[in-house]
């Protein structure tokens, strides 16, 4: 068994040694997606076509992390699971809660 001059052998000198890589966990996500010509994510476009409605959602999302409103259920279907849908953008604080099926369902125009 020989070795190459950039491999070194383990303790017992059975093979060459193993080559470890620590990959931290969002490179692994990284990683498996395929790379887009454009560097720039759907979810980028979007906030920088829509900034008063990014700010709505994250003043939203922080409002229910401390504690400011409370999470509510469906108002049509009761489901727990539920998003809050903004009537107008500029009260993030004033929100129905939705199940996501309801707000996604096509309107009935």
Known sequence: MS????????????????KIEVVER???R??????QANAVTPQ????????IAAWCHSATASAIR???????????????KTDAHHPEWKTPLFCQWLAGSIIRRPSAN
Do not use: F, M, S, Y
Not at 44 to 51: E, G, K, L, S, T
């Open 3 to 18: 070795l190459h001059d950039d491999e070194k052998a383990g303790p017992l000198a059975t093979g060459p040694a193993l």
């Open 30 to 35: 990284r990683k498996k997606r395929k790379p």
């Open 66 to 80: 401390r504690g400011i409103i409370e999470r509510q259920p469906c108002e049509v279907c009761g489901d727990p």
């Open 26 to 28: 969002h490179e692994l």
């Open 44 to 51: 980028a476009r979007w906030r920088q076509r829509n900034p």
